[in-house]
């Protein structure tokens, strides 16, 4: 008999189901994805961490998994939830299925949930602390759990996704330019989509940990630094703002040091101009999110995961300039400064998964350090 599950929210609300993944309980605020498929890059995505995470498209796991579509070295969600597991994997590059692949990284996950009712309510009310367990179905207990977990909010979240020590990404090289620019990026919760996008694109990329100094970086000496994407609140994450506000004020070769920001890389950007970053009501979290540029007046379809946003009201005008907005709340999509080289994004543009329409800001980031090394 299949073993079933339970997934509680905060409100109340309780969704009974059958489990796949492995046995457990885990806590987390509970978000909806809306990408049809890349489900293994979803749970993959360090970005998820500390959430538990609802799929709306209804079938999930059909193409299996394999090693080549991961995101990061491990899975960091703390749940999944579907309304329906494939029983089957069935395409050629698969090496495994879903449910083999949670369990082997101890993440629990619930199908059988009316995932149309779930999203409404996470719509309605906003993201939601919840706990999904296959121990303790007694709805009243997990309720409680749900109340008294940590949620997002003040935590930081970057410190447990970070790499231990630097690195040069060896990537797989294929249709790569030999390197031109060294970047240097801090990893907050990188995908592997953005380093491939960087080898791409010339660059020869050295990995530090989050809590690298401004120090350790100049003494790379790089051409460019990148701020990766990643997990939770951006104000706790001083560390990293503090690092970034240093190399802006007294770059490594005394000249402005072209800077790139992707997702919590925004933000974190955004805060050292000064900027004031605010939780949205239940986040972004897809490959279908409208976004203008609002130099070219050209929409781009972006992949999206992130549940904080900047406040485009407490960054300094005289200093930052407003270039993307999201088409479906106009919340703040992308910035550059006016006088320095050094932009952000907060949306995906390696996508990994979802559409390749700002993969070109990459080339974007290569112009800045072509200029900068005149």
């Known amino acids: 008999m299949?073993?079933?599950?339970?997934?509680?929210?905060?409100?109340?609300?309780?969704?009974?189901?059958?489990?796949?993944?492995?046995?457990?309980?885990?806590?987390?605020?509970v978000v909806f994805n809306t990408s049809m498929t890349g489900y293994q890059e979803v749970v993959t995505d360090p970005s998820y961490r500390g959430q538990i995470v609802v799929m709306t498209y209804p079938l999930i796991g059909n193409y299996g998994v394999n090693a080549a579509d991961a995101e990061s070295r491990s899975v960091w969600l703390e749940g999944f939830v579907v309304r329906e597991l494939s029983g089957v994997a069935s395409n050629?590059?698969?090496?495994?299925?879903?449910?083999?692949?949670?369990?082997?990284?101890?993440?629990?996950?619930?199908?059988?949930?009316d995932t149309r009712e779930l999203t409404k309510r996470l719509r309605t009310v906003g993201a939601m602390k919840g706990v999904i367990s296959t121990e303790d179905l007694d709805p009243e207990r997990q309720v409680a759990k749900a109340k008294a977990s940590p949620g997002l909010e003040g935590r930081d979240l970057v410190?447990?996704?970070?790499?231990?020590?630097?690195?040069?990404?060896?990537?797989?090289?294929?249709?790569?330019?030999?390197?031109a620019f060294r970047v240097v990026l801090l990893d907050?919760?990188?995908?592997?989509?953005?380093?491939?996008?960087?080898?791409?694109?010339?660059?020869?990329?050295?990995?530090?940990?989050?809590?690298?100094?401004?120090?350790?970086?100049?003494?790379?000496?790089?051409?460019?630094?990148?701020?990766?994407?990643?997990?939770?609140?951006?104000?706790?994450?001083?560390?990293?703002?503090?690092?970034?506000?240093?190399?802006i004020d007294d770059p490594p070769r005394g000249v402005p040091l072209p800077i790139f920001g992707i997702c919590l890389g925004h933000q974190i950007l955004a805060l050292a101009l000064g900027g004031k970053t605010y939780k949205l009501k239940f986040g972004h979290h897809g490959a279908n999110h409208p976004v203008k540029d609002?130099?070219?007046?050209?929409?781009?379809?972006?992949?999206?995961?992130?549940?904080?946003?900047?406040?485009?009201?407490s960054l300094p005008g005289d200093e930052v300039e407003i270039t993307n907005l999201n088409l479906n709340d106009q919340t703040l999509e992308g910035i550059q400064h006016k006088h320095l080289p050094m932009f952000s994004v907060q949306y995906h543009p390696e996508a990994s998964p979802g559409p390749h329409d700002a993969r070109y800001l990459f080339d974007e980031f290569v112009q800045l350090m072509k200029k900068a090394a005149r």
């Not at 001083?238 to 690092?243: F, G, P, S």
């Open 188 to 247: 907050c919760g990188v995908k592997y989509g953005i380093l491939r996008r960087l080898e791409a694109a010339a660059c020869e990329v050295t990995v530090m940990p989050s809590s690298a100094t401004a120090e350790e970086v100049a003494e790379l000496d790089p051409d460019g630094l990148m701020l990766s994407n990643g997990p939770g609140d951006p104000e706790p994450v001083d560390n990293v703002i503090r690092t970034v506000r240093t190399l």
């Open 92 to 113: 050629f590059r698969a090496e495994g299925d879903l449910d083999s692949y949670l369990e082997a990284h101890g993440v629990p996950g619930i199908q059988g949930v």
């Open 159 to 179: 410190r447990t996704v970070t790499c231990e020590k630097p690195y040069i990404w060896k990537g797989d090289h294929q249709g790569s330019r030999p390197a």
């Open 294 to 313: 609002l130099r070219s007046g050209k929409v781009a379809v972006t992949v999206q995961n992130h549940g904080f946003c900047v406040d485009i009201d």
């Open 2 to 29: 299949s073993k079933r599950a339970l997934l509680a929210l905060e409100d109340g609300t309780t969704f009974e189901g059958v489990a796949f993944g492995a046995e457990g309980e885990r806590a987390g605020e």
